[in-house]
């Protein structure tokens, strides 16, 4: 029961502070140029200070050593989610346009804006190196198959496997490689260096849940509607996606900490990315504006009860 009302705390600073950037829209005192530039900000500078700052306080060179088992179990995990979403698509004979929209919603979740808010709030810093291996197979997904399901729905013009591979080059990714590899090497920072990136690393959450907030704002509430799709969705999300992850951990020997990390994550909204490449790609942008504002209310509603089940 402890665990529970702690949850719900959790979960009720993160509704409050996403309630908070759904108000400044409202009120006029967030716009599109603001989303633009926090959007940017945040994963730009802000993110990449945090993985460095947050592996390097609480990653050890032991935890590297098994950390491919880790990491492999999130990306086997990811590729079964996809294939049993694609299944689900077929299953419901979704139209082109939905198609790969609709497996990307139900394949990958939201791992660092909401995830990583989430996760520190229930479990405190010493979750961040999970998190980070965890959104390491997510944005690897998210930057290769689930953009290339996308295209095909929509115009399937352009992005050869070039440009699929650009997200390793991404300020994100790249940040946790430098924080693996300041930990790996041992390397002391200066106390200004890391006084600096302790600031960044407290200004991402708060932010992110604000950027939340206005998204759902835009969306606006009359375009809301829960149809077939959506609803099997949101039960592939919340339902099937930790289950997966609940007995592959358990199968890989995946525990503690890391394992309710991972289910935890496994559980968050649809990944932001995906409304984006739906308006770039020609794919069904409502649908996947509607899934990304659905999922993250339903989210408030789900982790109090899923920590009942890993307490």
Known sequence: MA??????????IILLLTATGWLCGAKGWMKAETKAFISKFLLSLAVPCMCVYGLRNNLTREMI???AKLLGTAMLCNAL?????YLL???LKLPKKQSGVFI?????????????????????????PYVMLFYLSNTTFTQTLAMWLIRRSGDGAGGGWRDSLRFLTSPTVLGVFTGFAVVLL?????SFVMSYLR?????????????????????GWGKLRLNRSLAVMLA?????????????????????????TFIVEASMPVVTQSVVAAAQYGADEQLAAEGAALSTLASFLVIPILMLFLA
């Not at 041992?186 to 200066?190: A, I, M, Y």
């Not at 991402?204 to 907030?213: I, Q």
């Not at 099937?240 to 890391?258: T, W």
């Open 3 to 12: 665990q529970f009302l702690h949850s719900v705390a959790s979960v009720t």
């Open 65 to 67: 050593a098994g950390s």
């Open 81 to 85: 989610n996809f294939l049993l979403a």
């Open 89 to 91: 698509a077929k299953l």
């Open 104 to 128: 990307v919603m139900c394949s990958l979740s939201n791992a660092m804006f909401i995830g990583y808010a989430m996760c520190t709030e229930l479990f405190g810093d010493a979750c961040v």
């Open 186 to 190: 041992d390397v002391r920072l200066p």
């Open 199 to 219: 600031y960044m690393n407290n200004i991402v959450s708060p932010l992110a849940l604000l950027l939340t907030g206005y998204i759902i704002y835009e969306m």
């Open 236 to 260: 592939f999300r919340f339902l099937l996606s930790p289950a997966l992850y609940i007995f592959f951990c358990r199968f890989f020997g995946v525990a503690g900490l890391a394992r309710s």
